[in-house]
């Protein structure tokens, strides 16, 4: 009898060092890329093959006639408000210089233009502003499905012994 309990309790205890299933794991990955999404409202600072690098933080981007497409023209007048502060809420203007990735096709930007877009967290990139300097930047996405494959992706797989 006493076997018995021993086997038991250390088959509940081996389950405890494993991660949850796939599907569960990518339901709670989801629900934090929910809770984590920001709007990335700014200005686009470069372009790469996989995304954009952008200063993010103005606001004004929010309203309107600004927030009728997620591509502004370069040309608009619009500055940062040096006071907005990033909230821990969802849907709140992100501030910073972050990575978005997963971006639409259409309309096309071009490097100095606005976006404007809900985007989700997905870990961090490595930009390099000017050669030889690099620096860790938050990286967003801008369709939840990717933003939880990545998540996926980063974390690592604990398998059984």
Do not use: H
Request: include cysteine.
């Amino acid at each position: 009898m006493s076997l018995l309990f021993l086997v038991a309790a250390m088959s509940a205890s081996a389950q405890t060092n494993f991660a949850p299933p796939p599907d569960r794991r990518a339901a709670e990955i989801r629900a934090a890329c929910i809770d984590g999404r920001r709007a990335v409202c700014g200005k686009v600072i470069k372009i790469l093959a996989d995304g954009l690098v952008v200063d993010s933080g103005y606001t004004g981007l929010l309203e309107a006639p600004f927030n009728q497409s997620w591509v502004v023209s370069g040309g608009a007048s619009l500055s940062r408000d040096p006071k907005v502060m990033e909230l821990s809420k969802p849907a709140s203007p992100c501030v910073g210089v972050v990575f978005l990735t997963d971006i639409p096709k259409r309309p096309a930007v071009k490097l100095y233009d606005y976006v404007v877009l809900q985007a989700y967290p997905c870990g961090q990139f490595n930009y390099v502003p000017v050669v030889g300097v690099q620096k860790a930047i938050r990286k967003f996405s801008a369709g939840i499905d990717t933003a939880v494959k990545l998540n996926l992706d980063s974390q690592p797989r604990v398998t059984p012994p």
